[in-house]
């Protein structure tokens, strides 16, 4: 009796203890809770689990993300990091540096990373050389909606001017409708911000200010004339915007309350789950100017123990670049494949529109990331320039002082 | 052997939580002001580096629209509070019928959360929505009370709600004082021919000094840890007009991974609270003593 338990036991000991069988593991913290994020992480979590893989959920909710980051930096000081985390942007290149993050290269190199990713886009998940991350989708954030009977009765087209806006939405004022629907909250105040600077200040002009964090830019004319026409912005939005939410905002457009909005591609979900055709009953556009603003999700691998961590952190990485995962996830999310040889037969057309001007943009250099939404800057300078925006937006102060502040404020931030 | 109990039991008893606050409140504070000191972003480091971040606090814009929002806030909250709490006391201790269902009636905003109190004001006070919506309905088509989106106003709208939050719990306090009062110095008063009001000021209140002094203190901390009421009335906004220091703290330290930045600001907090408590308790210690 006693040596068949001791038998058994050491039989599991060994089984344990054999690594050349692992079995994929993965713990994956991610803020995908919502409807159809929520569906969307459970197209990867079935594939990972067709693949043999073992998938812990870990999800965080709350705060866009807060929670999870803190979350994140309890696991990471206790030295017991999940094996891959929800991040974007530079927040990758902060871990990086606080060296946590594990190297992907082999994965990324055997599945040809480099050739089916937009450079801009490869770079952020790049962490000196070595591949350190896996983009999830690409939501380009400089669109511009609207309701398609309204502008039709009020006989406007899709504005391709800041001018040609500015003249649709004193007819649409003058006719009692709300030519902008707007929730007055600092991320929304910002991402209409980066969208008319995108338009004033050029693809260019854009990355100097918002990437490199030129003074000289952040300080020109240009830059007071972006905040003339958020003045302009101002006078377009209802009373009521005080802490509205987005998708509240995108309902206004939705029912002709309101005849725009500058928002995401996150509000195309919306449009589509209340049964609205895009072309039909709403239009998408890029808002006035060239260029195209991205925000991209995506999975950092965390450095982690244990040959089935690794195996799983492969076997995720190769999924979530994949050809299917990245149409079906997309198909539910409303933004588009971040590799660019994916068919898009089965999206709409306003993401045909996206795929094209992303290509068309990263090719001469206009392909930018949003500042709006954590892609282009850490979250102290894009967090000081969001405090001047809003601040702006919600008082009558000057163009003029706000550049000053702007500059001060990043100065400030460093 | 029950003697040795008997001494030691108490102090071994205590000794955990001792050790317990020693570590989470005093260990913690030391920890703060250390990483205050230093370059921390999104994770705490250790080489001090001086006085940086509190350059940065007192240079930013945001940060003194927090400090001056703290001291409007406060002011306006525990004095309104107070007033309106004494009034009210003073109202339902005239031997009122219906007292004890008054009193619940206005002890009840207390046993709401924060968050519950700044939803439904944010509804309220939404024009839109509630009050200036309503009044206009009726016909009167110039009115206005749009406080919560105006950035000048926001703070006070603020205001009226805890303040309508706040002043039921005071009242309680209040009347509580009222109540111990000596009966027999109101009736000789009343003998006297000596009118109420002048009764109220001149016996009863001064004899109630300790009760405004807790309730000055509960208050006062109340205003200066405010964060969920902020948060769910106004989200900090418009803009970041009514920002508090809390919620100034918070967005640093975990939407904007800047922790020096968090950890200066929560010590300047701290340092508003002793200037306040460091009175009291020296007062307090005092009078033991005597």
């Known amino acids: 009796m006693k040596t068949s338990v001791f038998a058994a036991v050491s039989a599991i000991a060994i089984t344990c203890a054999m690594p050349a069988v692992a079995e994929p593991q993965a713990e994956v913290l991610h803020w995908w809770t919502s409807g159809g994020e929520a569906k969307s992480v459970a197209v990867l979590q079935q594939e990972f689990a067709d693949n043999g893989g073992t998938w812990t959920d870990m999800p965080v909710a709350g705060g866009g993300g807060d929670a999870a980051m803190t979350a994140l930096r309890a696991r990471v000081l206790s030295g017991n990091a999940p094996t891959a985390v929800q991040l974007k942007g530079p927040a990758i290149q902060e871990w990086y540096e606080e060296g946590v993050l594990a190297d992907i290269s082999a994965v990324a190199e055997a599945e040809g990373w480099a050739d089916v990713l937009p450079a801009s886009i490869a770079g952020h998940m790049m962490c000196e050389g070595t591949w350190c991350a896996a983009p999830v989708n690409v939501h380009r954030v400089d669109w511009i909606w609207a309701n398609a009977d309204v502008l039709e009765a009020n006989g406007i087209a899709m504005p391709s001017t800041w001018d040609e806006f500015n003249a649709a939405a004193d007819k649409l004022a003058a006719a009692g409708i709300t030519p902008l629907a707007h929730g007055g909250q600092a991320w929304q105040d910002a991402t209409v911000f980066e969208a008319v600077a995108l338009g004033i200040l050029g693809a260019d002009g854009f990355k100097k200010a918002f990437v490199d964090l030129d003074m000289d830019t952040l300080k020109s004319d240009g830059m007071v004339a972006v905040f003339d026409q958020m003045r302009k912005m101002r006078g377009y939005v209802d009373d009521n915007f005080s802490g509205r939410d987005w998708n509240l905002a995108t309902a206004m457009v939705m029912n002709g309350e309101a005849a725009f909005q500058i928002m995401g591609d996150w509000a195309k979900g919306e449009f589509l789950a209340a049964g609205k055709a895009p072309g039909e009953d709403f239009l998408c556009a890029s808002v006035p100017g060239d260029g195209f603003l991205y925000n991209v999700d995506s999975f950092a691998m965390f450095n982690v123990d244990g040959d089935d961590k690794k195996a799983g952190q492969d076997l995720l990485s190769k999924l979530i670049v994949g050809q299917n995962f990245q149409k079906v996830f997309n198909l539910n999310k409303g933004s588009i494949p971040a590799r660019v040889d994916v068919a898009l037969d089965d999206f709409d057309s306003c993401a045909h529109l996206s795929a094209k001007d992303m290509s068309e943009s990263s090719d001469n250099g206009s392909l930018l990331p949003s500042y709006a939404h954590g892609m282009a800057l850490r979250g102290a300078q894009s967090g000081a320039i969001t405090d001047v925006v809003t601040a702006h937006f919600n008082s009558d102060m000057s163009s003029a002082d706000a550049v000053n502040m702007l500059a001060d404020a990043v100065a400030n931030s460093m | ?290």
């Open chain 2, 1 to 290: 052997m029950t003697e040795w109990l008997e001494r030691h039991v108490p102090k071994m008893v205590l000794a955990p939580s001792f050790a317990a606050i020693l570590v989470f409140v005093y260990g913690f504070i030391a920890w703060t002001a250390w990483v205050s000191l230093t370059r921390s972003r999104l994770l705490p480091k250790y080489e001090i580096e001086g006085l940086i971040q509190y350059e940065r606090l007192f240079a930013s814009p945001r940060f003194d629209t927090a400090m001056v929002n703290l001291f409007i806030f406060g002011t306006l909250f525990i004095i309104i509070s107070m007033v309106l709490g004494l009034l009210i006391a003073i109202l339902l201790d005239q031997k009122i019928r219906t007292e004890g269902v008054l009193r619940t009636i206005y002890l009840y905003p207390m046993a709401l959360s924060m968050i519950v109190t700044g939803t439904a004001w944010k509804w309220i006070m939404n024009p839109g929505l509630g009050i200036e919506k309503m009044v206009r309905d009726w016909g009167f088509e110039n009115f206005s009370f749009d406080w919560v989106i105006d950035p000048d106003m926001a703070i006070y709208a603020v205001v009226i709600a805890g303040v309508w939050q706040a002043s039921g719990f005071v009242m309680a306090l209040f009347l509580a004082g009222l109540r111990s009062v000596d009966g027999e110095i109101i009736k000789a008063a009343q003998v006297d021919g000596i009118p109420n009001w002048r009764i109220y000021s001149a016996i009863i209140i001064p004899s109630m000094a300790p009760i405004f002094l807790s309730a000055f203190i509960v208050l006062a901390h109340l205003a200066i840890k405010s964060f969920d009421l902020v948060i769910a009335l106004t989200g900090g906004g418009p803009g970041y007009a009514t920002d508090l220091p809390a919620t100034y703290m918070y967005a640093m330290a975990f939407s904007r991974g800047d922790i020096g930045q968090a950890a200066s600001s929560a010590m300047v907090m701290m340092a508003v609270v002793f200037a306040i408590i460091v009175p009291y308790l020296y007062s307090e210690l005092r009078t033991k003593h005597d």
